[in-house]
């Protein structure tokens, strides 16, 4: 019974009121009108010299991002970015090219010799350059790249070779650098490989500007460098914006891609040092080039153009863009001096590039007929004049030679 009683109390209490009087209540109505936890003493500056350093260095990284506004004069369809990769030897710039080549086109590219040239997003096409350790290169490289990839050997530091680029960019317009540390695996330390990086990125910064990037590739695996950061740089390069600089958008410029010797080749066995006529093919970068106008070649001289005409695009654009992703069809490749493009069609001759031995299967019709073409030794005009057709079984044939006489004395009647 009193336990009873006791549970009959506690469920008659009352519940607990809020205070209306006194001094509690009056602080927690004074509270509702200002925001909660916004505390004066807790959130002003604990240094005015740090606060004013902070104002001024955001209203500086503000005020570099404002540029006057200029012409874009590239066409509707621009023709690829040049992506300079520059480097001293050894470092690791032709297996850079072919890891970004691998990347984009899922192609191996064994030999890197020239300008290569692929498509990398749906409306983005890039051209690979491997810049040699050339005084002369580098300065045709800097009046023409983009963007530049400056490969730094991580296990010996920046090189004389780096900063003499560096100074030559300066004086052409100074386009996007990026920088890439390699050799990375050398460094067996982890205190001296994180010691390392931050040296290397602050010498970096300084030679650019604060803020540059810098990527990492930890090391080769296989002879390759790892798929994940190689896909990560890609993306980075894909996404990159560019401004446009005003000396190169008002003048002409082609990097020569593919270059063919049309000289009569009985005038070259007469005379090796005479005179030739060399066709020059390759993307036109600024404004329009027209004909018989003056050109300078590197390493040449002047010279004057004789014809300049449109060609079809060998490494076109995708026409669908609604897309997420390329096909596998949609990953062109284009580079002739290293071997790799597919069919072309020049103006004496046609060049086809066949895909590998295994593909020489004798049983197919295609292989059959690119191994008669391959095996013929003879032209076809030769060919003709000893051919011989024969109407009916167990006839004499008729020759090439008869047919033609009858045809000269139907003539001259």
């Not at 027209?290 to 590197?298: A, D, E, F, G």
Request: aromatic fraction near 6%; proline fraction near 6%.
């Amino acid at each position: 019974v009193v336990r009873a009683a006791v549970m009959e109390e506690a469920v008659k209490q009352k519940s607990h009121r809020k205070r209306q009087a006194g001094p509690k209540a009056e602080k927690k109505r004074s509270k509702k009108g200002s925001v909660e936890g916004k505390n004066p003493k807790a959130f002003t500056f604990k240094s005015a010299v740090r606060a004013a350093r902070a104002v001024k260095r955001n209203l500086d990284l503000q005020s570099r991002r404002e540029h006057l506004p200029s012409v874009d004069r590239s066409p509707q369809e621009p023709p690829p970015l040049c992506v300079a990769v520059v480097g001293p030897p050894k470092v690791g710039k032709s297996t850079l090219i072919q890891g970004l080549v691998r990347n984009f086109t899922r192609q191996n590219l064994v030999n890197v010799q020239g300008p290569v040239t692929i498509v990398s997003g749906k409306k983005c096409r890039l051209t690979l350059l491997e810049c040699g350790n050339d005084i002369n290169t580098m300065i045709d490289v800097a009046k023409l790249a983009d963007l530049v990839l400056l490969l730094v050997d991580a296990s010996f530091g920046f090189e004389m070779e780096t900063f003499e680029f560096l100074n030559i960019l300066q004086v052409h317009g100074f386009p996007k650098v990026m920088g890439v540390l390699t050799h990375l695996d050398v460094l067996t330390s982890a205190k001296t490989l994180r010691k390392t990086k931050k040296r290397l990125k602050q010498r970096f910064w300084t030679e650019i500007y604060q803020g540059a990037k810098l990527f990492y590739i930890s090391g080769m695996v296989h002879g390759q460098y790892p798929k994940t950061e190689i896909h990560n740089l890609g993306r980075f390069i894909s996404v990159m914006k560019f401004r446009p600089l005003e000396w190169r958008s008002a003048h002409p410029c082609v990097l020569v891609d593919r270059v063919e010797d049309l000289t009569d080749p009985q005038a070259i066995r007469v005379n090796s040092k005479c005179d030739r006529t060399v066709s020059l093919y390759g993307y036109v970068r600024g404004t329009h080039l027209k004909q018989h106008s003056s050109v300078h070649i590197p390493g040449c001289g002047d010279f004057t153009l004789s014809q300049a005409s449109v060609l079809p695009d060998p490494c076109p654009l995708p026409d669908k863009l609604k897309k997420r992703s390329l096909n596998e069809r949609e990953r062109l490749i284009y580079a002739p001096m290293a071997g790799v493009g597919g069919i072309l069609y020049d103006k004496d001759a046609v060049y086809i590039e066949l895909a590998g031995s295994h593909t020489h299967d004798e049983g197919t019709v295609p292989n059959k007929m690119m191994t008669s073409l391959l095996e013929a030794r003879h032209p076809v005009d030769t060919k003709m004049k000893h051919a011989e057709i024969s109407l009916f079984k167990d006839t004499v044939p008729i020759l090439s030679e008869d047919v033609d006489s009858r045809l000269d004395e139907e003539v001259l009647e």
